[in-house]
């Protein structure tokens, strides 16, 4: 990222605002100023090879707008589906030496919150900030999409003291009103339990449908093709 801006390469943001005026990835005074997780995406994108890739994420809950990345195994992959930008063996050796590379962590820890903290407004990941001030260290966890400098969300931060104090406090009513209303607490977890079981089933359910729409539009797409060539027409 650091190579890329000092060469003043513009932006993927850029070059779709210069291609198509869509502001949503377009950050002015920041033309050729690349962010780290850019790279990475550009790094990890399959898809380069020319492949299709189906179900890359999911939501996890219907409570929240975050979606994670589905694991290899969930993922549905069209092999030679459009036409590659590199081949499969150099993406793989960029994989390869990926996972060789270790980020160093000049603190030696992971933030308690980290990875488990969302955006009310947004949903996306809050990530962990640290800065010094005068007389200490202070921590706060910042909303993702700001920190990227997105126009999605505005500066929405906490205090990791402040969110510890509020989390420690919350647990201890739930764990007070569990030792005194023992049935009525485990009622309500398998309540919640029961119906957020129903949503992810409804959720898979779509999902298995969509997969298999596609699945026959591709089959259609090829039944054509194959038909076009044994005839002639190309």
């Known amino acids: 990222a ?5 060469q003043q390469i513009p932006t993927p943001g850029t ?3 210069r291609r198509t005026g869509s502001t949503r990835r377009y950050h002015p005074g920041y033309e050729c100023k690349w962010a780290t997780n850019t790279v990475v995406h550009i790094l990890e994108n ?4 020319g492949c299709l890739v189906n179900f890359k994420t999911e939501k996890l809950s219907y409570k929240v707008k975050h979606s994670v ?13 459009h036409e590659p930008i590199i081949d499969t063996q150099t993406w793989e050796r960029v994989q390869e030496l990926r996972k060789q590379r270790k980020r160093p962590n000049r603190y030696d820890e992971v933030g308690l919150f980290s990875g488990i903290l969302f955006c009310a407004d947004c949903g996306s990941v809050m990530y962990q900030q640290r800065y010094q001030t005068d007389k200490r260290k202070q921590d706060c966890y910042i909303c993702g999409n700001y920190k990227k400098r997105t126009h999605d969300c505005t500066a929405h931060f906490i205090r990791t003291d402040l969110l510890t104090a509020g989390v420690l406090s919350n647990l201890r009513k739930v764990t007070s009103y569990a030792a005194k209303h023992e049935a009525r607490f485990m009622k309500l977890l398998i309540e919640q339990n029961e119906d957020g079981g129903k949503r992810r089933n409804a ?8 997969a298999e729409k596609r699945i026959a539009e ?3 797409i090829f039944k054509r093709l ?3 060539s044994v005839t002639g027409r190309i």
């Not at 650091?2 to 000092?6: A, G, I, S």
């Not at 399959?46 to 090879?49: P, V």
């Not at 990345?69 to 589906?81: A, M, R, S, T």
């Not at 959720?203 to 969509?210: D, T």
């Open 2 to 6: 650091r190579m890329l801006t000092e």
């Open 15 to 17: 070059l779709e605002y």
């Open 46 to 49: 399959r898809e380069y090879t």
């Open 69 to 81: 990345e589905n694991p290899l195994e969930k993922q549905v992959i069209f092999e030679n589906h």
């Open 203 to 210: 959720a898979k359910k779509k999902e298995l449908e969509a």
């Open 218 to 220: 591709l089959s259609a």
């Open 226 to 228: 194959y038909e076009d």
